[in-house]
């Protein structure tokens, strides 16, 4: 049985630093793909972030030089490093993560649709 358990999450001024985890059971080698996700009050959600069995990583404009997702495969558990943060980047973080290994598009691998597997989210708020 696949579960995700992100942590990390707080409150924190506009240019601070936040760093999530995403610790993944259920996965036998951890060369699956994992993604970060995030959902404003309001907004649709949308993906953040992705990073897939090669380390092959995808990032949204909005993440694009200010996020980076890395991750441990012994431990199988993806990070989203957010430098710079804005009050834009206010949202609950969710971490996903599906058997694909690699191969999809960037706007594959931060579509919602690619994923089976949703953690419980993490807050982040960033205030001016």
């Known amino acids: 049985q696949v579960q995700l358990r992100e942590s990390g999450g707080g409150s924190v001024q506009a240019g601070d630093s936040l760093r999530l985890s995403c610790a993944a059971s259920?996965?036998?080698?951890?060369?699956?793909?994992m993604g970060w996700f995030r959902e404003a009050p309001g907004k649709e959600r949308e993906g953040v972030a992705a990073?897939?069995?090669?380390?092959?990583?995808s990032y949204a404009d909005s993440a694009q030089g200010r996020f980076t997702i890395f991750r441990d495969k012994a431990k199988n558990t993806v990070y989203l490093r957010m430098m710079n943060l804005e009050p834009e980047d206010t949202a609950m973080y969710f971490c996903?993560?599906?058997?694909?290994?690699?191969?999809?598009?960037?706007?594959?691998?931060?579509?919602?649709?690619?994923?089976?597997?949703w953690g419980q989210g993490t807050q982040v708020t960033v205030s001016s």
């Open positions: 990073i897939d069995g090669d380390g092959t990583t």
């Open positions: 996903a993560a599906d058997h694909w290994t690699s191969g999809l598009t960037t706007v594959q691998a931060l579509g919602e649709s690619s994923y089976n597997y």
């Open positions: 259920g996965f036998t080698n951890g060369g699956n793909c």
